[in-house]
Each structure stands twice: as structure tokens, then as C-alpha cells.
T-cell receptor, first 114, second 113 residues
């Protein structure tokens, strides 16, 4: 079945540093989504990407949809302590698939030292 | 607040028992999805309901079942519980299919002792 490889698994950075994480897949996706999950909460959507090559920003966050539609990256600039959490990528494939149309990576756990 | 509510927030039970997790979707959403999140597996899709009918099935065990009621709330039933069933269970809802408009609930943390 379809799988997403997300890396790195975890990151420990200093406040003010930039962060980069990515997801790759052997399958093509129509949409890439990036979520953030904070402790005790459900995932919250950060950015949605719809077209190959698309680059989208949301404040200090920037994400890109790979040209091949098999990968995406998320960058966070000038990290702050509240950026702490687990970041998930998710790929949306064909509707009606057995995966419920949205497949998640295993997440990147981000820790920020003040 | 995503608009999706889940109860209970925490549940502790013993092996062999049966529990029911409840989800109320965001107002206007017809689809409900259940996900299991364990430490080493990330978010695993279990099942989707759309307007009362099962729409898609993922890696859901035969010991687990779900349903969506006429008022659109959904319940996930977990029976013959095993230690490995300990996880966070998330409900998500959307107008139709999964996508950018999907909202996740806060989750139910199940601990099986």
C-alpha cells in the first residue's frame, strides 16, 4: 500500500534556528498537507498544497509540493519555543481508497531550546 | 477548538474488556473518520463513515467496530482489549472526503492494563 517516509524523526534545535523536514513517497499524491500536533491535542492543519511545484507560506512556515508529486518539504524560519510539537505530512490520493483518502507520515518531533 | 468533540478524554481499562469511544463531528460535517495513534505507528486510519454509512475501511481489527448514528455522531467500539490497543484514538470530520477542511478532535487516550 501507499506509504510516506518522513524525516527526520526528531529534531533538537536552538531558538532562532531554521528547521527543515520532508516527506517522500513511492506514489503520486494529488494534495500534500502539513499538520502540527501539540501534546494532548489533535493534529491541526498548517498548510495545504494542491499543485506540483507549488510553494506556499503561512507566516514563518513555508511548504513546497514536489515537481514529481511524490515529495514535499516544510521549512520553519526563526524557530520559537511554541513551535514545539509533532509535525505530520499527509498525502491525499484517489478518493475511495482503502486508506480513507489521506495517508500520514510518522511525524517529526520538534524540540526548541530557549 | 476544532468543533469536533470526543469523549472520554482518558480511559483506563483492563485486558479483555470492552469500551466505547464517542465522537461528535463539527457542525455541518457528514463524514467521520477514526484514527489510531500509537508511539511507533503514527496515525493509522481505521474507518470512515459518511452520512450514516460505512465508506472506507483501513487497518481496523475485527475486534473493533464503529457506527454513525442519524444525528451524525459516531461511536468506536473496542472489544476483547489487549495491551497493544493502548493508544490515542482520534476522530476527524469533514464535509465529504478527507482534505484541507478536515478537523480533528482532541482524542481519547486509552490505556489497557
Amino acid at each position: 500500500g501507499q506509504q510516506l517516509n518522513q524525516s527526520p524523526q526528531s529534531m533538537f534545535i536552538q531558538e532562532g534556528e531554521d528547521v527543515s523536514m520532508n516527506c517522500t513517497s513511492s506514489s503520486i499524491f494529488n494534495t500534500w498537507l502539513w499538520y502540527k500536533q501539540e501534546p494532548g491535542e489533535g493534529p491541526v492543519l498548517l498548510i495545504a498544497l494542491y499543485k506540483a511545484g507549488e510553494l506556499t507560506s503561512n507566516g514563518r512556515l513555508t511548504a513546497q509540493f514536489g515537481i514529481t508529486r511524490k515529495d514535499s518539504f516544510l521549512n520553519i524560519s526563526a524557530s520559537i519555543p511554541s513551535d514545539v510539537g509533532i509535525y505530520f505530512c499527509a498525502g491525499q490520493g484517489d478518493y475511495g481508497g482503502s486508506q480513507g483518502n489521506l495517508i500520514f507520515g510518522k511525524g517529526t518531533k520538534l524540540s526548541v531550546k530557549p | 477548538d476544532s468543533g469536533v468533540t470526543q469523549t472520554p478524554k482518558h480511559l483506563i481499562t483492563a485486558t479483555g474488556q470492552r469500551v466505547t469511544l464517542r465522537c461528535s463531528p463539527r457542525s455541518g460535517d457528514l463524514s467521520v473518520y477514526w484514527y489510531q495513534q500509537s508511539l511507533d505507528q503514527g496515525l493509522q486510519f481505521l474507518i470512515q463513515y459518511y452520512n450514516g454509512e460505512e465508506r472506507a475501511k483501513g487497518n481496523i481489527l475485527e475486534r473493533f467496530s464503529a457506527q454513525q448514528f442519524p444525528d451524525l455522531h459516531s461511536e468506536l467500539n473496542l472489544s476483547s482489549l489487549e495491551l497493544g490497543d493502548s493508544a490515542l484514538y482520534f476522530c476527524a470530520s469533514s464535509v465529504a472526503g478527507l482534505g484541507p477542511d478536515t478537523a480533528f478532535g482532541p482524542g481519547t487516550r486509552l490505556t489497557v492494563l
